[in-house]
């Protein structure tokens, strides 16, 4: 006999609440997929080798097919369409002008990779970008052109702090 029961779950997905009821053997890739319809966050292996459906989860990167809905409750979540913002965001734009992606299928894992580790190294070296992307399938890029992306992203952050600090002594 299956249990259908469902349990109240809220997620503040990319700055929303989001509130639905879900199986609790419901896993977060399929809840943001299915209940909250956020197919950015893309499902590969269902067994967290391949690392696309990587998320912010409380500003840690996580393989959301590893992460029950009702593990999350109550967490906020940034997923690839959070990072949207009036310009491109420093990873975005590293991965557009390095060309980081080719068929986009493992784009938004690594580009939320990326972002949560420039968040926590603000400037690491290309061993640690690679390291941290250690866990992600890309079969089309060989990773140099990743690689390269998150670097490019890294010099963006430094350029528009530089501005912005340039800004504030102009005031």
Known sequence: MEDSRVVPVTLTVNGKAI????????????FLRDDAG????????????????????????V??????????DGADVLTIEGMEEEILHPVQQGFWEKHGLQCGFCT??????????????????????????????????GYETIVRSVQR??????????SADRETRAI
């Open 19 to 30: 509130a639905r009821e879900v199986e609790p053997r419901t896993l977060l890739v399929h």
């Open 38 to 61: 956020l197919t950015g966050t893309h499902v590969g292996c269902d067994t967290s080798q391949c690392g696309v459906c990587t998320v912010l989860l409380n500003g840690e990167a």
């Open 108 to 141: 938004p894992g690594a580009m939320l990779t990326a972002s949560y580790l420039l968040s926590t190294h603000p400037h690491p070296s290309e061993q640690e970008i690679r390291e941290s992307l250690d866990g992600l399938l890309c079969r089309c890029t």
């Open 153 to 162: 992203a890294q010099e963006i952050m430094d350029e528009r702090r530089e």
């Open 63 to 72: 393989k959301s097919c590893t992460v029950l809905a009702v593990q999350a």
